[in-house]
């Protein structure tokens, strides 16, 4: 038989940690989230805030859109920052939570009207990025 080698983390891939968001500055200063994100549309805070807004008024497809579109965002910040498509994105660190609140919206939105693979897929990817989140989300 061969040899066998080892690469890698043998615990799986590194976490991303991705940088501050520049719109976060602005929200927690109470700017209007539809103005952030018109301003800063590749924030994904800015699009989870208008989601979870938009779920609590009870406007379910608006929230799907708006989660959707931060949940994007948030993939593309994502893979610009290293992630291959599975390992860790701790809710600890703070920038990291635009994403995971985009990701909790759209299971919530999609769990709203009904669209059961959704559902199930995005629960287990937020599970995949950190059990955390699900957790600190009320999910």
Known sequence: MGTMTLSGNLL??????????????ELAGGAAADAVAAAHPTSSLAWALLAERALTDGATITAYAYARTGYHRGLDQLRRNGWKGHGPVPWSH??????????????????AIGETDEVERTRTFLDECDPVAAKELGL
Do not use: C, M, V
């Open 94 to 111: 703070e920038p990291n939570r635009g994403f995971l609140r985009a990701l909790a919206a759209l299971h919530r939105a999609a769990a």
């Open 12 to 25: 799986g891939p590194d976490p991303t940690y991705l940088p501050t968001d520049p719109a976060a500055a």
